[in-house]
C-alpha cells in the first residue's frame, strides 16, 4: 500500500510493528520502526530507497501494485546501510538496468554487501542535480558519517522535501505517517535516543552539515527521514533540536549508573542520589543498575545530565563485565563536557575504582575526587566522603563554556 506524502510523492516502505531489536542486540525498540522508501511520479519515477532485507518481498510486491516496475527511471540509495538497501537484490533482478544515484562510498558498501552485480551506479557530490521533469529537480547532498561514510539526502525541488535519510529520524512506527499526529512525547524521545545512540558520536559532523545546508538555502517545507515520523509541521524544528543536541548539551540532571552483586554498591548509589537531592534539589537525578536496564535510554539519560557517578563492585581483579560492557558503549557515544564521579565496594585487592576513573576518563569525562571506595560493606565512614563528591560533580566547571 501506498500512502501520499506530497504532491506526487508516495511513501512505500514497510512499517515495522514488531520490531523489538535493531542493530543486532544494540538497540531496543520499544515503539516500533518503519523504514521509509519513497515513489516520486513526475516526468521521471524515481524510487528514493528501500526496506529492510527480511522484508524485501513484500517491498517489491507492494511496489509492483503501486507501480509498474519497468517505469520506475532512477532508483536513489541515500544510504549503503541494510536497513535501506536490503531490497535492492530482489528489486534489481526485475529490473537491472535502472540507474541507481549513491555517493561514491555507498559503491563501496553497497558492492560490498551485495556483491558487484554489474548495476548501473551513478556517483553523485554535493549539489549534483537531477531532472525529473515538470520542473522539478532532485538536489544531492553528501552527509559523510550521518552516520555512514555513504550517508547522503536529497532534496526536491517543488515539493521543496528533504528526503533526509537516517538523520532526523525515529525508531517509532507512525500509521498517519506525519511527526504532528504523532504522539508528541514518543516522538520527541524517540528523537532524540536516535541522536543520542546513533548520530552523538559524530555530533562534529552534525553541527558542520547542519551549517552547510542552511548556507544552501533550501526552501525545506517537509523533511522525510528513513525510519519514523515525517516532519510536516514546522520541519525547521527539529533541525534546530539537532543543532542544540550537537553542541555538548546537557540539563540540570545527574545520572547514578552502577553494578553490583550484593548490593554494597548499590547502597553507595542510592546515596548519592540522596545526596544529589540534598545539596541540589531541583537537580533531576536518575539511578540505573546498568546490567538490568535498557542501555539506550541509559545513555539517553546520560547525553541529557551534566554529570554522572558511576560504580562497580571489585569483580576478579577488574569490574562487573555489564559494568565494562556499558563503558565501553558509553565511550563510543563520545559525550562532551560532562563530570564523572566513580564509587565501589571491595573485599581484598580493590582495583574496579580506580579502572572505572581510568576509562571514564578515556571516554572523555573530566573524573572528580573523592572517589567512594568501601571494604566490604560500606560503612559511614565511607559514606561520609559522599557530600564532598556531590560537591565536585555538580560545582561549575572552572571554564564555564562548556
Ligand atoms: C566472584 C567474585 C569475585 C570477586 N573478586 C574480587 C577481587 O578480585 N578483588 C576484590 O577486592 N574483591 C573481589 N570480590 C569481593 C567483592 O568486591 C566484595 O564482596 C564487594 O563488597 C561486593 O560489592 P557489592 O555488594 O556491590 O556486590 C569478589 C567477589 C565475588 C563474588
Ligand atoms: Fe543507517
Ligand atoms: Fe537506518
Redesign the pocket.
Known sequence: MRKQVKGNVSWVGYLDWELQLFHGHDYRIEHGSSQNAYLIEEEKTVLVDTVWSPHRSEFVENLKREVDLKSIDFIVANHGECDHSGSLVELMKEIPDTPIYCTKSAVKSIQGQYGDRGWDMRVVKTGDTLDIGNGKTLTFIETPMMHWPDSMATFLSGDNILFSMDAFGQHYAVEDLYADLADQDILWGEALKYFVNILNPFAGFVAKKLAEIEAMDLPIEMIAPSHGAIWREDPLKIVGKYAEWADAYQEDRVVVAYG???????RIAHAIADEIYRQSPTTNVHVFDVEASDKNEVMTEVFRSRAIAVGS?????GLLAGVEGWLAFLRSLKFKGKKAAAF????????SVRILQDKLAGAGFDVVEPSIRAN??PDESDLSAIPDLVRALLAEPANADV
Open positions: 553490583t552483586m550484593w548490593k554494597g554498591t548499590e563492585p571489585t569483580y576478579i581483579n565501589g565496594c571491595y573485599g581484598w585487592s580493590g582495583e566490604w560493606v
